[in-house]
T-cell receptor, first 112, second 112 residues
Framework: DADVTQTPRNRITKTGKRIMLECSQT?????MYWYRQDPGLGLRLIYYSFDVKDINKGEISDGYSVSRQAQAKFSLSLESAIPNQTALYFC???????????FGPGTRLLVL | SQKIEQNSEALNIQEGKTATLTCNYT??????LQWYRQDPGRGPVFLLL?????KEKRKERLKVTFDTTLKQSLFHITASQPADSATYLCALVSGGSYIPTFGRGTSLIVHP
């Protein structure tokens, strides 16, 4: 969905490196989320934010941090990447009024 | 512990038939349940939402049922087409949380 963009789309990094995944949205939603998806494990919530000053840990936040720079921007950082953080990462926004989520195209991350 | 179960085996059907996918849950009291479609390498796309006090919802060829006694939702695609081939995810949301918990998804393959 072009309304939610993620950069980069693909990234290869080495163990111990710090990397940032960025998410931008033009939908005007206050709620934003970061998920990771692994084969056979489904989508798991890393962090979520209900407005610029609200940051909450999700199910699997260890090893990750986030920054909500503006209503439209929500970044995910891996402070020191490790191989088991290899996954497909999705950003999503939430439309509280319609109770639906809108997902970005995903970032495929490989940690060597 | 809370659990959402979707059939991990792919569902194979012939074009024109009705596909029925199942989402079962335990230790959960959802306010509503969502169904999403996900194509390989892409983000999930919202399809339908059904609330705890609703029995059935329809949208074009799609139908969702929700039985809170059985703790089960059924997702039907009538007159299925090869273009319906994808993975379908169910997600449950507790009242006021706006935090969906996703099942692992079921792959649907529609053969021409």
């Amino acid at each position: 969905d072009a309304d939610v963009t993620q950069t980069p789309r693909n990234r290869i990094t080495k163990t111990g490196k710090r990397i940032m995944l960025e998410c931008s949205q033009t939908k005007g939603h206050d709620r934003m989320y970061w998920y990771r998806q692994d084969p056979g494990l489904g989508l798991r919530l890393i962090y979520y934010s209900f407005d610029v000053k609200d940051i909450n840990k999700g199910e699997i936040s260890d090893g990750y941090s986030v920054s909500r720079q503006a209503q439209a921007k929500f970044s995910l950082s891996l402070e020191s990447a490790i191989p088991n953080q290899t996954a497909l990462y999705f950003c999503a926004t939430g439309d509280g009024g319609r109770e639906t989520q809108y997902f970005g195209p995903g970032t495929r991350l490989l940690v060597l | 512990s809370q659990k959402i179960e979707q059939n991990s085996e792919a569902l194979n059907i012939q074009e024109g038939k009705t596909a029925t996918l199942t989402c079962n849950y335990t230790n959960y009291s959802p306010a509503y349940l969502q169904w999403y479609r996900q194509d390989p390498g892409r983000g999930p796309v919202f399809l339908l939402l059904i609330r705890e006090n609703e029995k059935e919802k329809r949208k074009e060829r799609l139908k969702v049922t929700f039985d809170t006694t059985l703790k089960q939702s059924l997702f039907h695609i009538t007159a299925s087409q090869p273009a319906d081939s994808a993975t379908y995810l169910c997600a449950l949301v507790s009242g006021g949380s706006y935090i969906p918990t996703f099942g692992r998804g079921t792959s649907l393959i529609v053969h021409p």
